[in-house]
């Protein structure tokens, strides 16, 4: 598969991601390399990672404990330290290795350490390949509250080797698959239908679609850098699904969501107050319920507990002016931005989840 120029960083893939990185440490006359990782792919993933890397330089691994709960800015003083004790200067080079955690908050110590290093991101999830990958957007958690604080940075290089997928569990696939889906509702029916019968997708119709994905984010992310119209549409299924996952990891009485696994029951009310406020169709809304339900299963949500969810949403991104932002469908790959939603609305759609 071709190398993908997106803004100022390049995403090689499978074949072309060692001697890629390998010519970009020739030429960058690097100090140090520091290489983060979690507990997971400090196991899975370095070894085969470090067994194709030429390097002349001094490396050292620096690992942090996985895990949406630790993507804090706790967590980055920890590796801010690390750096400083190790004696990273200007010109050392962070590589990241990891889902989108790892990508997330080693891109954001990355590039304010020393008003900034140069990094690599080396996602090594399906979610962090097709989402993570593209975009430039580092940054942590505000206690339970999603990526509240964080840049756009982009990394020199990305590296996507899918033979790290064969190290990740299924709920991990599942939830990388569900942006995915996103991709297809927002950009139309061609993407969207080669996701219809999930039983027959292969190993190389995955390494195909993750590419396909990747290009449809690179060419909203070109056209929006910073968000402010069509960059929006990436978030469809967010607003809730951002604020339901939120809601499950600040509660000790809720088993905690994947991204994914949240952003698929987002996706579904979004569908639904598409059906009501945009003129999406009915029928598509109950099919798409169907897919996803029967893909993920469905997650207890009691109707006490929607207006805590709801009460969540005021600190979407996404928001201004005082206004909650929804994005909507008004047909597969149409989307309408800065949607107002009445609370009755959101709440007949968590019903509707619910049947």
């Not at 706790?74 to 330290?81: E, I, P, Y």
């Not at 990094?119 to 940054?139: E, R």
């Not at 599942?174 to 997708?201: C, P, V």
């Not at 699904?241 to 994914?260: P, V």
Request: hydrophobic fraction near 40%; charged fraction near 25%; include cysteine.
């Amino acid at each position: 598969m071709d190398s993908i120029t997106a803004n100022d960083s390049i995403i090689h893939f499978n074949e072309t991601c060692y001697p890629s990185i390998n010519e970009h440490l020739k030429k960058g006359n690097f100090s140090k390399i520091f290489i983060l990782v979690d507990e997971n792919t400090h196991q899975h993933c370095l070894p085969l990672f470090l067994e194709k890397l030429e390097a002349n330089v001094a490396i050292e691994i620096i690992e942090i404990e996985s895990g949406e709960i630790n993507k804090t800015i706790d967590t980055c003083v920890g590796v801010w330290n690390t750096l400083s004790d190790l004696d990273a200067d200007r010109k050392s080079l962070m590589i990241n290795i990891g889902g989108g955690v790892i990508t997330d908050l080693g891109g954001f110590v990355a590039c304010t350490f020393k008003r900034g290093i140069a990094y690599i991101n080396v996602p090594t999830t399906l979610l962090s390949m097709v989402d993570a990958s593209v975009g430039g957007k580092t940054g942590v958690d505000l206690g339970h509250l999603k990526n509240q604080i964080g840049v756009i940075s982009n990394p020199n290089l990305v590296l996507i080797d899918t033979k790290f997928l064969d190290t990740l569990a299924t709920n991990q696939m599942r939830s990388g698959l569900a942006e995915m889906l996103k991709h297809g509702l927002i950009t139309g029916e061609s993407y969207w239908n080669k996701f219809q019968d999930l039983s027959k997708l292969s190993l190389n119709d995955l390494d195909k679609l993750i590419y396909e994905s990747v290009i449809i984010k690179k060419n909203v992310v070109e056209n929006d850098p910073f968000e402010n119209n069509l960059r929006k549409t990436l978030n469809f299924g967010h607003t809730l699904g951002h604020a339901i996952e939120s809601y499950f990891l600040s509660n000790e009485n809720k088993t905690t969501l994947l991204h994914g696994e949240a952003i698929v029951v987002g996706m579904i009310l979004a569908c639904y107050i598409s059906t009501e406020l945009a003129g999406f169709p009915r029928q598509k809304t109950i099919d798409i319920k169907d897919l996803f339900i029967g893909y993920y299963g469905k997650v207890k949500i009691d109707e006490s507990e929607y207006k805590a969810i709801i009460e969540l949403l005021k600190y979407d991104k996404k928001n201004n002016h005082g206004n909650i932002n929804f994005v909507l469908l008004e047909s597969i790959g149409a989307c309408k931005i800065d949607c107002i939603v009445d609370d009755k609305i959101i709440i007949d759609a968590f019903d509707f989840y619910a049947v």
